[in-house]
């Protein structure tokens, strides 16, 4: 086992849940409607940024013709799975649903108090962090980390927590298609007070054909976020809500703004953007 030193923070559900790709309920919690695709409908997503809910130009995979080469895909999400605990000693979630051995991981943690520590499942260097942040202003942290899983891979996971608090809260995202070897692109965290709307943030991907996952955290958020209608909604704790975005060219992607829930005055946290880099042909 190996541990990270993570403030976290709780939430007063107890819940874990696994969901197929496609399977996504209509809009998700707070989103816009979904059609049979499972993608947004045109001009249905809340807190649109502007730019007509278009994917960045260049954006969209080019078909090419029979004698252009054959290019990378952006990495494809697969599932997700998520636990909200209140006064819990860990998290306990199943492998999204899906999940075969090669795909990565991707989790994202928020839990009260700074001296917290979060225990991995497996063995010592299974799961590689990405970013954790200290949020002083609510006593608390949040974590990013990934792993490529495997057969030998625990089941369900436990994520251990050392002191039990009020907010405790964990998405885990299952993607295929990305490079095993160096999965984790460009990355940047910001963090939000006293404001629903978290953003704009962006990001300025360095390779092609990557997928851009965005990670947002409230600690008093009181219901589902809303998002721009490029992002696809992946995963929504309240606490936490996990979007993504195909980037087929690479540079500086359009700002992008998550709205949460609750009072403005109260409102905690900060925003992950990740790039994952796709698997070599």
Known sequence: MCALALAVASFD????????????????????????AGTPDNGSAPGND???GNPDAGSRPDAGDSNSPAKPQPPQFIGMSTDSESDATGFVVSKPTGTLPGDLLLVSIYVTDQQNVITFPGMAGDWHPIDTHVLTKCQATTVWAYHVYSNSDPSPYYFGIQYAR???????????????????GQHVLTEFSATLSYGPV??????????LVLMSVNEFATGAWSWPQA????????????????????????PRTVTSTGDASKSCGDVELVGLRPAPL
């Open 13 to 36: 559900l107890g819940c874990s849940l696994s969901f197929d790709t496609g399977a996504l309920p209509d809009g998700g919690p707070g989103g816009p409607l979904q059609n049979d």
């Open 50 to 52: 502007g730019d007509g």
């Open 166 to 184: 009020f907010v405790e809260s964990l998405a885990l995202m299952a993607y295929r298609g990305v490079d095993s070897k160096n999965p984790i």
């Open 202 to 211: 962006l990001l300025t991907t360095d390779q092609a054909n990557e997928t």
């Open 231 to 254: 992002l696809q909604w992946r995963a929504d704790t309240n606490v936490l809500g996990v979007f993504d975005e195909p980037r087929v060219t690479a540079g500086t992607t359009n």
